[in-house]
Every structure is written in C-alpha cells, then in structure tokens.
DNA sequence: GAATTAATTGAACGTTCGTTTTATTAATTT
DNA sequence: AAATTAATAAAACGAACGTTCAATTAATTC
C-alpha cells in the first residue's frame, strides 16, 4: 500500500494534533507510544513523520499552541475592563471559563513541563510567566488606587493562580454547580483575598482619587 | 560476581527507597528506568527485585508511605489545637512546614497518581480524600461557632488546599522569605478566605456560646 | 497524458525496556 | 566446619520503543 485515496494533509495533520492531546493528557507523554498514536489517528507511524521531525517537537507544538491562545484570548478579553477591581474579577472569570473548556490543554501544561528539552520548557516558561504577571499587574495597580488591601503581591499572585488552576483537577461538567456559578464563587475568594472594598474618593483635578493611606497589610 | 561483602538486604532496600524518590521526582516513573535505578544504588538491574515484586509496587509503596505519614503526622499535630481557628491555623502551618520538607514525595503524589493501576490509584484517592476532609471538617465547625463565615464549604476547602499546594511549585529554600514567614502569610491569606474575625460570645449553662446567627456568606 | 509532487504503507533499524533465570559468594545458623 | 540462608552478579528473554528508508500510489501540475 501507499498513498490512499483521499488522503489530505491537512487533515491528518490535525487528526494528529486532536489525538495527541487527547493521549498525552490521558497516558502521559513518556508512557504515550508513536504506534499507539497512529492507531488513534488511523495511519501508520511512519506517516506521522511527515508532519512532526520527532515526538518532542510534537509535544511543545501542543503546549505552545495552548499558551499562544491564552495569552491571546485574555489579550483580548482584558480590554474591556478598566478598573483593577473589574480586571480582576474578568481575569478570574476568563481564566477559569477559558480553561475548564480547555481541560486537555492544562492537564498537559501542567505535566508535562518536565519531558520538554531545556530550551523548549524555557520558552513555555517565559510564556506562562507573562500570563501571570498579568494578574500581578492587576493586583499592584488596585493597591495604587486603594481598592485592594494586600499583604504580599507575589504571594497573594501566587496564591490567586493556584485557587483558580485547582478547579481542573475536580471540576466535572455535571458537577452540582455550572461552571459560571463556580467563577463567581471564586471571584468572591478572590476578593477576600486581595481585601477588596468600595473606598472613598474625592474628586481632585477632575478625576476620582482615592481618599487616605495606601494599605499595604488588613 | 554474586554476593558482595558487606551487602546487607536493609541497607539496600533503603538505598532503593531513596534513590527512587529522587529519580522518579526528577524525571518522572515512567521515564524513570530499572537501570538507571540499579546505577543509583550501585548495584545491578536483577538485584532490585529481590526488594519489590516490580516497578509498579515501587511506586505504590513510595506513595502510600507518604500518604501515611502525612495523616499520622497531622493526627497528632491537630492534637494541640482546640477551638476551630486554632485547628485552621495549625492545618495551614503544618500542611505547608511538612510538605516543604518532602518535595520529592508531594511531587510524586500530584504527578504520579496516572501512573498508578487502578486498585492502586483508588486507595491513595481514598487515602488523600481523607486528609483534605480533616481540613473540610475543620471549616464546618468553625461555621457552627461563628468563628468563620464561609459561602461554599466544599469550594473553599478546594481553594485552600490548592492554594497551599501550591507552594511546592515555587518555593526554594533561599526564598526571600522563610518557611515559617511563608506559613504565616497563608494564614494570613486562609483567614481571610474563611471569614475568620473575633466574634462576641455569651455564657450559657457554663461556656462561651456565640452570639448571633450563623453566617454562610459574606 | 506525461511529469511531478504529496501522502502513505510496510518493513526494518538498532536500542532500550521490565523482568527472569541461573550461578556464585557472603553471612548466618547448626 | 558443615549446612543453610541471604544477597548479589551476569547474562539473557521477548517485547516494545522512536525512527528511518524504500517502494508505491493518489493528486496535482504542466
């Protein structure tokens, strides 16, 4: 045999993509074999070779793709909120809707880190770093505007990431709740934990300015 | 060659305890190889299944005796502490000092569970279900004194255990911060997340009974 | 319709995998 | 000191691994 009728590059190509993620999330990369890969797709493994150099390079397009689209989607998404209190509830809400959705994606993201190269986990790395720093932003600026009360940035950063990546373990779609009532349970957490408040202001110069001492502790 | 002077079955097993940990934490069970096992301990491939039935057991056996100890080492931790705030306080501190101390093992329970077969997988579910309620059942308490004022019970122990989990991503040891200055920012952090506050209480039949209704939100 | 390119198969490569078997020697018991 | 048990080495097992190569056929271009 050789090539088959109606065989399309295109679409093994993604046939390829879709199983992937679907196996590594299961199996794991390592225990993740190239001949289970093509039963999967329905080709030999051979074939697999037109479209990947090797299974690594497989594995970081994978996670690359997930990072590209999330930076890109909060991108977008975080344009329609202007104060840091409304950022910070859109950031809660996009990251938990954009991700239950994308359950694959993160599973891999968070597992698979160790069985890239060095030079393909620094990249991943520095992308994951620049998403959260977004919400790091976030959080410095409602301290400026005194709509936040917070201790320690980085911790409390650190703190809000790990809150909101938690729900992937669990969260089931027939769980008892949906997934928004879920994000805004957890944007109420959230804001607990930044000590969000309505504050005063006074109108100085024809802006609102917040009124008293920045809070830097509860 | 056949058996070594010196060569003594409880060193060597521990030997293999050790050096498991350390390669299945760095490079993960399934790329882990029975050779490179053997390499570590310095002994040869054959001699390991003299101490584990196979692989899998290996693993099982890291596991559970993590699992073990952490519910030991909490049963008698919690021991000193009394009323529900003290218990929060104490979970936290203790969660984030043991676990600090046992990378490897906090490593290899959240990536390895996959790796586990299924009568295995299902007794350290069984067995981490049971320490993550410890904390639920400390949240449901302080609801009953008063003492904490919390929305969603399931979704904030959730919340604080992954927030406190967490920290094994990040934390180094030549952190700007200490353990224990770490611990006591997450308390800081779960605090707020359950609403804890000093509340007013009343005598009544001989102990402080508090005042007021019981407040499941915010 | 001939030439070229795209897509795939089938077979094989050398390597490594977890594990078993057998032999051998050290330590312990009798 | 003989017999027994404990602990290992050395070699090999078949199976599976990621990957390569040559052959073959479908689709496209000229």
Known sequence: MARTTGSDGGRTRSAIDVAAKHLIARVGYEAMSMRQLADEVGVQPAAFYRYY????ELL????????????????????????????????????????????????????????????????????????????????????????????????????????ITGIMVWFRTDDRLSVDEIAEKYVEMGLRLVGAKKIATTKKGGRDVPVGPKIRSL
């Open 60 to 163: 970081f397009s994978v996670m690359r793709g997930h990072m590209d689209r999330v930076l890109a989607a909060w991108e977008a998404e975080s344009r329609n909120a202007h104060t840091a209190l409304e950022k910070f509830c859109a950031f809660i809400r996009f990251h938990i809707r954009f991700h239950v959705e994308r359950r694959d994606d993160v599973h891999i993201g968070n597992m698979e880190l160790r069985s890239l190269s060095p030079e393909n986990r620094a990249i991943i790395v520095e992308l994951r770093a620049r998403y959260e720093n977004s919400l790091r932003d976030i959080l410095d600026d409602g301290i400026d505007t005194r709509e936040f009360a917070i201790d320690d940035i980085a911790l409390t950063t650190r703190a809000i990431i790990a809150m």
């Open 53 to 56: 150099p090797n299974k690594q």
